[in-house]
């Protein structure tokens, strides 16, 4: 054997050798039980901290801030949440690794609070073979409640999209039977969603449609769709955009002249989005949207639970956040709202909580939620996998320094 | 005895064996990590012939990767087909592609290539929300069967060998000199009856083909599931960054450019400083300026620089 066949054969013995030793140790370094033990319970979820969506990484911090509020109380039945936020940058072939990390690595016990409804898409068929809890996920739209069956360890929290565009339609049937609606809508199925539960609330009123513009997510300027809506005579405008455009579409149809009443969906109807559209001279008064949460801005909800609670929670916990909520950042309140509704769950799941009776807790909620607008309640059944299901409507005004007033009555059986 | 880094033969053998073994080592997430850096390297291979070898420039080969990728997804989701099938099928229509996309190209060089390559990466994407129907939209499409880690491992970097094996014949053939003295000289190339459309154009189709066999291995990857955002102009500059850390006629520099831009992304959050999103963009930042720097020609470079040096002494 040559000096060169000599050295191929040191190099495999020391890789034959090198192998032979890790796989006895990977062999046995065996874990019993996902992501609990008698003082801990660990949990994960990605969020988008960078990149184009990084505008909910309050969500995350928010949620965090709970977590830590609660283990300083004893954690629940004992055991200390362990909270991992990974970062996914709302990209789903990110999104994908990140959430195999977090139960293959991290062994979480659950996966919760993922944000992103592509992000979720993307890991639901994984999450539900290998039957790890997928909960709670930060994204409004309506497959998580619809597929309880096929996707039983999946479970959403916030009021669904379509349900949410049937309360615009039911109002505007109700109280402008005579409006000429024009409808912005993003021109994929998060837009067509909304659009579609518009049309169903309208019902027999859906032909005061006079005209829907779509949009794609790459276009910067809304100008045409605008002019054209204002060119079909609408005196009633219904955007269901994510928050840029959304701004962009109020700022450009008050540089057009065009004043209709303003309805817009309530992921972009954040304060801090309507002061920036404000900022930027649009007319924002008279605005309407929903709201499911409280809101620390909002006078006459200052004494309640949940402002007082969200106050001080993230006044110790994560005070870099305090200047946000008190500006007025609904996703802050979000974030608390949905790390409370697991707390709840993980406290109604038992003593010795297994993955199966985390999800029994979840789909048996009869709670109120403190970081819930007042009067809602989190409920879910066997047959009903969609928590929050009420709403109410809120208008804006106080022009570019005002805020949210809600009105009228709460709207129930949303989805 | 002196240590050398063996080349040829010896360096494909030793590197075949490492990799039959390590799955039975390697956690299921981490021959997850493994299959990543196998479709970096089919999708450098192929940029590493169209830039390195022919000489033009490409910024958008995460097109031909989603091109691919939607394929799979495609012929999955809609008929059901085996997932392994749909690779050479990814293949054929990314080598389409690139054909279709080389032709236009030959009027361009230089900067203006990159910028069509470019402008080829942003909106290649965008074309799934144009037919939301047919190609998922925003919300992306799924694949109707999803596999195991090790399944993947063993078919990426299967199809690693397969296409490297390729690449190795077609490059150090007539294809692969005709390729050179395009990139070196047109205007000697042309004079010594090579002809530049046929040849440039074929470049531009192999690279795709290999870029679209690893998009159907990236999306079967992301558990079955492909979307636009997971196609972004980010992943068209990690694979030129990874071919220009590479270098070319190097296995081992295909292997380091493969590894730094599969492994680096996925780096524990744990790690201080590298771990962090932020603490990557600059690592990797600073990595590439190095190689610009001190590395032109990439590892290959790197390694044929010290082969020299030690044949002087």
Redesign the interface.
Known sequence: MG??GR??LV??SA??L??VV??SA?FGAHRADPGITSTSISIGGTFP??GVASLYKTIPAAEAAYFAYTNDHGGVNGRKINFTI??D??????T??LT??LV??NHVFAVFGSLG??PN??????LN?AKVPQVLIATG?SYWGFSAKKYPWTIGWQPDYPGEGKVYGKYIAANMPNAKIGVLYQ????GKNYYAGLRVGLGAKKGNVVSAQSY???ETSLAQQILALKAAGADTFVVFATPSPTITALVTATKVGWSPTTFINNVSANRLFLLAAAANGANVDGVISTAYTVSSTYAPQANTTGVKLATSIIAQYAPALQSSLAAGDGNIIYGLGAAWTFVQALKNAGKNPTRASLMKALKSLNVTDPFTYPGIKVQTSPTDNFPIEQEILEKWGGGAKGDWTPFGKLYSGVR | ?KL?V?TGL?AA??VA??LA??P??????HQ??AS?VAIYFIAILGLNILTGYTGQISIGHGAFMAIGGYTTVVMSHDHHTNLLLTLPLAFAVAFVCGVLVGIPALRFSGVYLALATFALAVSVP?LT??F?KFLG????L?AST?VSHTWLYATSWSCAAILFAVAWLLLGGRTGRAFRAVRDSEVAAVSTGISLPIYKVLAFGVSAAFAGVAGSL?VI?????A?P??F?VILSLQILIGAAVAGLGSLWGVLVGALFVGLL??L??SVPVIGS??GQDVVFGLIVIGVMLLLPNGIAGLLARVARLRART
Do not use: C
Not at chain 1, 89 to 94: F, I, N, Q, T, V
Not at chain 2, 24 to 29: E, Q, R, V
């Open positions: 000096r060169k050295r191929i190099v495999l890789a034959t090198v192998a890790s796989a990977a901290l960078t990974l970062d940058a709302y990209d789903p072939s990110k994908v690794p195999q990390q293959e690595q409804t592509a898409l993307a890991i639901w068929s994984y073979t739209d021109n994929d199925a998060y794609d997510v790459t | 005895m050398r063996p010896p053998a030793i064996v490492v073994l390590l039975f080592t390697l956690s299921g997430y997850g990590l990543e965008q929300l144009k939301s939209g925003s919300n992306g799924q999803t990236f990857h992301t558990n079955g599931f979307q955002n997971e972004g992304p996925n524990s959050t999103s932020h």
